[in-house]
Every structure is written in C-alpha cells, then in structure tokens.
C-alpha cells in the first residue's frame, strides 16, 4: 500500500564557530551534506553579527563553539546564547584539561569535544543535543537507488541506467535537498530557501524551471514523472523506493 507522504519540516539551523578555514570549510560541507542551514563565523565579531541577525524565527537551534579565536576567547560567547529557548552548544576545542570542560558545561554548553574528531561523532553529538531539546532530526539520507537510478550525494554522483547524468552545481543542490527528505514533501519555499537562499521563496519561476531541467535528465519520460513528483499546491517529493 502506498503510504501518504508527509511534509518534511524546515531543516535546524547551526551558527559554526570556528577560525581554523579549512576545518571551517570541513564542517560547514558536512553539515549542509546532512541538511542542516548553516552559518559560519571566523571570528567572536562575526558570530555576534549573525547571531543577532539569524537567532530569530527559524532561527539557530545550534552553535558550535570554538574557544581559541582570534579577537577572543570563544567561552565570552556563551552568555548571549543562555535564557529560555537558547540554542544548544557543544564547545570543540583542543583543550583536554577536565577543568575547562567542567566550566564549559557549567557555564552554560551542552557538550564538548575535543580536537581532533571524527565528523561522524560530531553530527551524532549535533544529533543527541537537539533530541534533548525536543527536536528529533534523524540522519540525512545521502544514498538513493530506485528504478535505475542512483544518486550518491556525498560523492556527487548520480547514475542513470548506470550511465553518469552531467548536473549543473543549481541542478545537484536540488536533488540533493530531494534526496535528504525521500519519500516526503518539500514545499515550494523550503526548497527554494535551501537552493537558492532566504530572499528568493517567493521565485517560483526558479524552481519550475530547474525542476523541469532535473526532469528531462533523469526520468524517462518527464511528462510523466517516475521519480521527481509533483504534490500540487504544496511542493516536490523524490519517490520512495520502497512505495
């Protein structure tokens, strides 16, 4: 029996913290891999700014906080991010000493990690943090094979009768987005605030257009979509392969 498909809500945003660029780089792949909205500050300057430009509604459920900045000590950031309905924190430092961690925790940060860590037990930490809060978030789908067609989002590839599909940089973040929410919908804004950004949900012109481009390199028939389906009136879901 095929099962109602279910809307898929707007992915949790993380404020990432970090001066070293390439970890930054590192950490900001991996949790937009995952679906996470990401913002990313360099410096205690740049966190300040953005969080108070983007803690609001949706808002950021989640900060990782490095220590060692270079116009500060990233534990003075803490204060601004406690009170009611403050974001969860996990502290990645290189610092093993018990006390900093015993005052990290006691002041205020949810977990911390120590440097260097593995991104699988960092997006599992993510994970635990916000289930704590109350937010469920399972693990991104990052694999789909169905139909003859295949789509590996982490190694950027995707297969069709297993010849390699040519998509544009656009065309690949769309599926992508798809392909983390399988089997549920997507509506028209979230996937044009996650593609494309914030100040284009009202663009549907974008969407249309790109959809109709995925389309006629991936389905057999695009007039007659077997994987890239329409919910009208709400938005886009990838078919679930066990449908």
């Known amino acids: 029996m095929t099962r109602a498909p279910s809307a898929v809500q707007a992915p949790a945003g993380v404020l990432l913290i970090e001066d070293d660029a390439a970890l930054r780089a590192t950490l900001?792949?991996?949790?937009?891999?995952?679906?996470?909205?990401?913002?990313?500050?360099?410096?205690?300057?740049?966190?300040?700014?953005?969080?108070?430009?983007?803690?609001?509604?949706?808002g950021i459920a989640?900060?990782?906080?490095?220590?060692?900045?270079?116009?500060?000590e990233g534990a003075d950031f803490l204060p601004h991010l406690r009170g009611p309905g403050g974001p969860a924190v996990i502290v990645l430092s290189a610092r093993q000493g018990?006390?900093?961690?015993?005052r990290l925790l006691d002041t205020g940060a949810d977990d911390y990690l120590v440097k260097p860590f593995g991104v699988g037990e960092l997006l599992a930490r993510l994970r635990a943090a916000l289930r704590r809060r109350g937010q469920v978030v399972d693990a991104a789908i990052t694999h789909y094979v169905h139909g003859g067609l295949q789509i590996d989002v982490a190694a950027h590839r995707v297969l069709r009768d297993a010849a390699p599909v040519h998509l544009t940089p656009t065309e690949f973040r769309l599926l992508a987005r798809l392909v983390r929410s399988t089997g549920r919908v997507v509506t028209h804004r979230q996937?044009?605030?996650?593609?494309?950004?914030?100040?284009?949900?009202?663009?549907?012109?974008?969407?249309?257009?790109?959809?109709?481009?995925?389309?006629?390199?991936?389905?057999?028939?695009?007039?007659?979509p077997l994987f890239l389906l329409t919910e009208p009136g709400l938005g886009y879901r990838l078919a679930d392969p066990a449908d």
């Open 28 to 58: 900001r792949e991996a949790l937009q891999l995952e679906g996470y909205r990401v913002w990313a500050a360099a410096s205690l300057a740049d966190a300040r700014a953005l969080w108070a430009h983007n803690h609001r509604d949706p």
């Open 62 to 72: 989640l900060v990782l906080l490095d220590l060692g900045l270079p116009d500060g």
């Open 98 to 102: 018990e006390d900093d961690k015993i």
């Open 191 to 224: 996937l044009l605030a996650d593609v494309w950004g914030a100040e284009h949900t009202e663009q549907t012109q974008y969407l249309r257009l790109y959809m109709g481009q995925l389309r006629a390199k991936l389905e057999a028939d695009p007039a007659q």
